[in-house]
């Protein structure tokens, strides 16, 4: 990055994937005393890391999935703000990333892309909006 620039776009969620959602709970409640609320989908957990006296970035916890055809995720995943991300999404494929999942919106969030890096790493690009869900007429 060029000294010029200012970072702009945080790390501003992970999830992690489980093959057995009750057990990893169990496991970073005891470990690290994280927090989980049921939030959205059955089985998915948002998880509070922090406090007021110590903020933290906010994660989910979800059934393991496949982002690649044939490949399990085995790892934390991380989702960058971006301010736009259309945008986002040219510069990706400018760098030479390719795009897994096109912009999808979840709605009261924000619009969410899957990508992988030229290293192979996958990773979630997210635009947030949490505007509420407007009511049709």
């Known amino acids: 990055m ?15 994937n489980a093959d057995d959602i009750d057990r990893a709970r169990r496991f970073y409640e005891h470990v690290f005393a994280w927090r989980f609320n049921a939030w959205g989908p059955p089985g998915f957990f948002m998880i509070e890391t922090g ?23 085995n790892a934390f ?21 390719t ?17 992988r890096d030229t290293e192979g790493n996958v990773a979630g690009a997210m635009q947030p909006d949490p505007s509420p869900l407007k009511e049709e007429i």
């Open 99 to 115: 795009i897994l999942m096109p912009i999808t919106t979840i709605p009261t969030v924000g619009h969410l892309l899957w990508f």
């Open 51 to 73: 406090s007021a006296d110590t903020p933290a970035i906010h994660g989910s916890l979800q059934g393991r999935r496949e982002l690649i055809d044939g490949q399990r995720l």
């Open 77 to 97: 995943e991380c989702t960058i703000a971006v301010p736009d991300i259309a945008a986002a999404e040219r510069a990706i494929v400018e760098a030479g990333g």
């Open 2 to 16: 060029s000294p010029s620039r200012t970072p702009s776009s945080p790390v501003r969620h992970f999830a992690i």
